[in-house]
Structures are given as structure tokens and as C-alpha cells.
């Protein structure tokens, strides 16, 4: 299953692909960069900085600022990851900037629940703007 990302709320695509993975399908997540999360940009901002500045550098937890390592960070926590099944589960689970040459010619889909517009309000950011705010250079 392929899956663009394209201004989908991300906790709500994340759920759709951690229960096909699940599942033993293999997930393919494009457009990662154009996913976006909702509620308050100010708020939003200090948290994922709270989140990389949180830790040591040489003990961790490591949280990366490219949009692709972020949405498929939040595919894991959706996931029960501390077990095998969900190890097995993340390593089907495949997340890229842009749409990689391999899977142009394969059908995408959008996944309907999780698109933006059906959000009452406009509140919301993008994930290739957090990524940038925390340093990354896409």
C-alpha cells in the first residue's frame, strides 16, 4: 500500500498505516514533508523543540528533524514497538520526501479520513516547516 501524505493530519494517517503494517502489509509513505499537524503553531513549535533538546546527545532519545524520520517516528509510536510484532511491523513501514522513481508508476492513495479540510478550524503546520524551524536543510 502507497500512501500520500499530501495535507493529511498525521496522527490520523499514522493509525491507518500502523494497522495495515500490522496487518503484514508493506506501507510506503510519500509526500511526508506535506503532512501537517494540527492546533497552534507556537505551541506546536515549542514541543518538537522541547522534544530534540530533551536528553543527552551521547545517551538520547535521538528525535531527527528531516519529515520523513518525524512521520515515520510517529507510525512507531502508534505501533507496540517494545515487542516483536511490532518491530517487525516498523521495519514494513517505509516513509519518503517527495515520490521516489521506484514507486511513480504504482497507485497512490489518499486516505479520506485523515484529510485537512474536514478540520473546523484552520490551525494547523506543516511538517516541512517544523523540520526547518528545528534545523533541517531539505
Known amino acids: 500500500m502507497i500512501i500520500d ?10 493509525t491507518v498505516a500502523a494497522k495495515k503494517a500490522l ?4 506501507v510506503d509513505i510519500v509526500n511526508c514533508e506535506r503532512a501537517v499537524v494540527t492546533g497552534n503553531r507556537d505551541q506546536i513549535m515549542a514541543r518538537f523543540k522541547q522534544k530534540k533538546d530533551f536528553g543527552a546527545p551521547l545517551k538520547g532519545p535521538y528525535y531527527s528533524r ?11 509510536g502508534m505501533l507496540p514497538f517494545k515487542n516483536d510484532r511490532g ?7 517505509m516513509c519518503y520526501i ?4 521506484n514507486l511513480k508508476s504504482q497507485k497512490i492513495e489518499k486516505i479520506k479520513e485523515a484529510d485537512v479540510s474536514k478540520m473546523p478550524s484552520l490551525k494547523y503546520v506543516y511538517i516541512d516547516e517544523i523540520s526547518r524551524f528545528l534545523g533541517a536543510r531539505i
Open 66 to 76: 528531516m519529515p520523513d524520520r518525524m512521520v515515520r517516528r510517529v507510525v512507531r
Open 23 to 26: 496487518l503484514g502489509e508493506k
Open 87 to 93: 518491530r517487525k511491523a516498523f521495519g514494513r513501514v
Open 5 to 14: 501524505a499530501t495535507d493529511a493530519i498525521v496522527g490520523r494517517m499514522a
Open 98 to 101: 517527495g515520490v521516489p522513481e
